[in-house]
């Protein structure tokens, strides 16, 4: 489940406390740590792989290192954009306080997809829903304050979820 | 008026600075931390012109933060994260990488970019970009509540036009048919 937190109900500090998980503050340094350091082929991984298709259009040809399908440039597996890098912690349910911030208009839908498998405690510090990806969103995320889910784009359209989210006072 | 231009064989900005912010974003992936790259790389010189002073924000430079008092200083969201409470104190233009709502700052519509991927160059174009409508042939003036800023946005969109935009302030306005 996606557990959400909004900036305009509470402050980033308060929003860590009430998850007990620190703020991911440098998605791209804990990335390549935990690739460095505990020595992980996350190349090798499926999903992985899909994440990075999906959103850099680059594959892996080889272990660490990376190749844009369009170009055929080839970089090393750190070069994967802080979007890649973020959504592939949210997989690995990295015990950490995630900021919508840090994913692109591009990662909403995967996200959402990944949480229905996965929890993932955000908080929402980019107007997320206000951005033209929203439209097409489909999933759902839990109110964190209150605890109840709302659906985005199932049974309601965006439009219903932000009047939603405005009446809470959220935007 | 202060510009920064890069023309690289992945990466195109043709940037003028009519505010002191341009802030950048877009989707993951199209080449905002490569913008970033770029212009903090000593061997891109060739590729970028510009009449600032560029400083890069970074887990290296960030002490040096305070000494910088003119110029651009360009950042990434983290540490424009990081440092965003203090963007206001500085006489300095910034070129910022951010989807935060950054609260503390004032800026214009003028300030938001959108990075793009066309093909395999990285662009960037305005974020908002206001269209004249055509009911402004129908009026020879327009009235601004607004004497700041919203009568400068207005003025903007009709200049090529013969309306004239008049900020009412706390006036009271007599206009004569």
Known sequence: MLYILFMNDVEENEAAALFGKPILEFPDSVFDYMVKEERKDIGSEKEFQDILLEIDKADVPMKNVIRDTLTGDTHDIYKVSTGVKTLWLACIEADYTFLSEWFGPNCYQRLFDISKTRNIYMYEDSNMFYKDAAESLKGEFTDFRTKQVIKVGIESTIEETLECLEERGYY | ?177
Request: charged share 30%.
């Open chain 2, 1 to 177: 008026m202060p510009y920064l231009k890069i023309n690289s064989s992945r990466l195109k900005m043709d940037i003028e600075f009519k505010d002191k912010y341009i802030i950048i974003e877009g989707d993951s992936g199209v080449g905002k931390t490569l913008m970033v790259e770029l212009l903090s790389d000593e061997e891109s010189g060739k590729l970028i012109e510009t009449d600032l002073k560029i400083h890069i924000l970074n887990k290296v430079t960030q002490n040096d933060y305070t000494n910088w008092d003119e110029g651009l200083i360009v950042s990434d969201e983290v540490y424009a994260r990081k440092f965003c409470d203090s963007f206001k104190d500085k006489n300095c233009y910034f070129l910022i990488v951010s989807r935060k709502l950054l609260k503390n700052i004032n800026f214009s519509y003028r300030s938001l970019y959108k990075a793009y991927r066309e093909y395999d160059v990285t662009k960037f174009k305005r974020k908002i970009i206001f269209t004249k409508e055509k009911m402004f042939n129908y009026f020879d003036y327009i009235i601004t509540e607004d004497s700041g800023y919203g009568y400068l946005v207005i003025k903007e969109i009709v200049a090529d036009t013969s309306i004239e935009v008049i900020p009412a302030g706390e006036k009271v306005i007599y206009l004569k048919r």
